[in-house]
């Protein structure tokens, strides 16, 4: 393996001309071994204070009852299934990276892997208290499970959809942890055989004895494959359950055979959104961009992209079905998006997720760091409101006038859902603290093939043709981690 050498015409995976194993391990172990710096703690603080109003307003509302919520008679989901859905999607990226591009051998997962894994299981967990706050009577919460409840003889209804999410989101988990922690052992070594004290012990205890050998490398990578089998199909089953908690029931604009693949495509949309958001700030404050780099960035604008289309495309449908069919009442849901009191809803729906989205056609929009973290923003704030327009506004008008109603939300509804994002992120950043953010094992593999310093060397033995290397270096200006001078040297 230490003799392949990759096409000189590949952008570097890795970057900087002075990476060596030892450096790996000490830039990706720095914000682990070493204190917190300013802007660790501002985002932790902000992020805390967050969690702390979730955990009120949960709290008041368990207090309270879901009365405290904003909804009504006639508008029974809102902002609590909408957090739900919006969670649940942004989990998907981390298995999509971690499984599916690994069966895909493809090695620009490694550097960002991790986090996605990471950013799954505090999702899901988000997603998951939705659910329990949903419930009204929390402390009957096992009832979802498939035992017999404390009357002896009666099951769970598997006729529910919450039955359907139970066992979808515990499934998701369950594989996304053990797959996320498989992956953690090589580095939680790494850390042990470097700590003291105390931290050595728990970082013993945490790597189940991790040894490095070659037995050990090999189950390693069996499990890591077989795990990414088993959670490959997960990526597709979980948002079309998730979907067909809606598309079984018979409101207009919830009936839909389409649901299952368009949740899909917005979950990975959704997800790579908010890998995105997190890494390149990661990136910028842990010193990490020779390994997080920009071509790690502009792929992953360029499957945003293509869901993102797919997404759109996904919207046109909805709306040639509903001219299609000719049902009335599934035309006016549709209309009313644009012509009813939640207009405006629906404009952020579609210009965040479709008009916005089509400027990443453009390279020069793809590469550049400021506006990709701005508009993969714009991304989860297009795909929050994809949820709420599908559900507020396929309820808010019944099939009776007289029924019909405006849902407003209240203080807790807003407090739930913003508190909620302050706990993903406080979680986020705990991880960062205590594991690290980047794959260390995984990284290194890259170092004597797809790096820069390993593709400098190829150029310097001067079997390379002068245009592959002019193509190369030419293709090298785009990245924010090369120094541009140190090729007109060679």
Not at 98 to 111: C, E, G, P
């Amino acid at each position: 393996m230490s003799g392949h050498k990759e096409s000189i015409l590949r952008e570097p995976l890795i970057t900087g001309n002075d990476i060596t194993f030892a450096k790996i391990t000490d830039d990706i172990l720095s914000p682990v071994e070493n204190k917190p710096n300013k802007a660790w703690w501002i985002g932790f603080i902000v992020s805390a204070l967050g969690a702390c109003l979730w955990l009120f307003a949960v709290s008041y509302t368990f207090w309270n009852g879901i009365g405290s919520w904003g909804l009504n008679k006639t508008v029974g989901w809102a902002w609590d299934i909408t957090g739900f859905v919006w969670w649940v999607g942004i989990g998907h990226a981390g298995t999509l990276i971690s499984a599916v591009l690994l069966l895909f051998r493809q090695n620009w997962r490694n550097s960002i892997n991790r986090s996605a894994e990471a950013m799954t299981i505090f999702a899901v967990i988000c997603a998951a208290t939705y659910v329990v706050s949903h419930m009204g009577r929390p402390w009957l919460a096992y009832w979802v499970l498939p035992l017999p409840n404390q009357f002896g003889s009666l099951w769970v209804n598997f006729n529910s959809p919450l039955v359907w999410d139970m066992f979808a989101i515990s499934t998701y988990f369950s594989v996304s942890l053990l797959f996320w922690y498989t992956g953690l052992l090589p580095d939680i070594a790494t850390i042990r055989d470097r700590a003291v004290g105390v931290r050595r012990r728990i970082y013993s205890v945490l790597s189940f004895g991790w040894t490095g050998n070659v037995k050990t490398w090999q189950r390693f990578e069996a499990v890591s494959l077989i795990l990414a089998g088993i959670a490959t199909p997960l990526v597709l089953s979980v948002h079309t359950i998730v979907s067909m908690d809606f598309a079984t029931s018979v409101i207009p604009g919830w009936h839909t055979t389409i649901f299952p693949p368009y949740f899909v495509a917005g979950a990975i949309f959704s997800g790579f959104a908010m890998v995105q958001t997190l890494l390149l700030v990661t990136r910028k404050v842990l010193g990490l961009e020779n390994y997080i780099t920009m071509f790690h960035i502009e792929s992953m604008n360029k499957i945003i992209l293509v869901t993102g289309s797919i997404v759109g495309v996904a919207y046109i449908t909805e709306f040639f079905i509903a001219y299609y069919s000719q049902a009335e009442y599934e035309q006016y849901t549709f209309l009313t998006r644009f012509v009813g009191p939640y207009w405006w809803a629906a404009c952020m729906m579609y210009g965040c997720n479709i008009l916005m989205t089509q400027l990443m056609w453009f390279k020069k929009v793809r590469t550049n760091i400021p506006l990709s973290w701005i508009l993969s923003i714009i991304v989860n704030i297009g795909m929050w409101f994809e949820r709420f327009v599908i559900i507020v506004i396929s309820l808010h008008r019944d099939y009776l006038p007289s029924s019909w109603v405006m849902f407003y939300p209240t203080w807790v509804d807003v407090s739930v859902f913003v508190g909620s994002i302050g706990l993903f992120f406080t979680l986020f950043l705990l991880f960062l603290r205590v594991m690290p953010s980047i794959a260390i094992a995984e990284v290194k593999l890259l170092l004597k093939t797809s790096s820069e310093q390993s593709k400098m060397e190829q150029i310097k033995e001067g079997h390379i043709e002068k245009a592959y290397v002019d193509e190369y270096v030419e293709s090298l200006e785009k990245f924010d981690s090369v120094k541009q001078e140190q090729y007109a040297k060679l």
